[in-house]
């Protein structure tokens, strides 16, 4: 994923002139629909030419928790709104490649490490977790009450994420690979590979 390395940092005050721009984009979007555009559209355009630049589109509700820093993005990136991304912490960092796109109602933890490469599909609903509660006493001690543990994750380029599944911890998913909608990945995703199910597992010869 050496392309990750060309990827930009997300800029504090673009975001805070989106907010400030927002009450215009509405209507501008609305406005162009009389020309035949598209106000959904429209919408994403006007607000990542703004927010975030490099021809990235970003629709409504998404949110940046975290330093803006620990947000690095390639270019032609789609984040299609109500989605969540926490790179909070001192291993906090999100990095999404260059004609990625996120769906709707997306959740992405990056308080351990992110990294998604280029041209990957995020279907809606995906959650992906780099950090976790953990039992690691085994004494009875409530679980809420015991260290959170970080573990960085990486989504190769070209990889889809069917709707719904979740990305646990540690995990690595290989190039070109293809997680089922609704799979609990617990472990590494071999490239060009399928998985699907729960815990999620190799399928057809991929299983032999």
Same mark, same amino acid.
């Given at each position: 994923? /050496?392309?990750?390395?060309?990827? #930009?940092? @997300? ?30 559209? @429209? ?6 030419? $703004? ?10 509700? @998404? ?13 032609? $990136? ?10 909070? *912490? ?22 351990? *490490? ?26 009875? !001690?409530? $679980? ?8 960085? $994750? ?10 719904? /599944? #979740?990305?646990?911890? *540690? ?31 190799? !399928? *057809?010869?991929?299983?032999?």
């Amino acid at each position: 994923m /050496s392309e990750l390395e060309g990827n #930009r940092s @997300v800029h504090l005050w673009r975001l805070a002139l989106a907010a400030l721009l927002e009450p215009l984009v509405r209507p501008t979007a609305f406005a162009a629909t009389l020309f035949g555009k598209d106000r959904e559209g @429209v919408e994403l355009v006007l607000r990542g030419y $703004v927010g975030l630049g490099g021809h990235c589109r970003l629709g409504r509700n @998404v949110r940046f928790i975290g330093p803006a820093k620990n947000f690095t993005f390639g270019s032609h $990136v789609t984040f299609y709104g109500n989605t969540v991304m926490n790179a909070t *912490g001192s291993s906090g960092k999100i990095s999404i490649g260059s004609r990625s796109h996120i769906d709707h109602q997306c959740v992405l933890y990056g308080q351990g *490490g992110l990294a998604i490469g280029s041209t990957c599909a995020i279907a809606a609903g995906v959650l992906i977790y780099s950090q976790s509660n953990a039992d690691e006493r085994g004494d009875g !001690t409530p $679980v809420a009450l015991q260290p959170t543990k970080y573990a960085a $994750v990486t989504v190769e380029d070209g990889c889809w994420l069917g709707a719904g /599944s #979740r990305i646990l911890p *540690g995990v690595s998913i290989g190039a070109g690979a293809t997680v089922g909608a609704g799979a609990v990945v617990t472990k590494d995703v071999e490239p060009g590979s399928t998985v699907v199910g729960v815990p999620a597992h190799p !399928t *057809g010869a991929e299983a032999e």
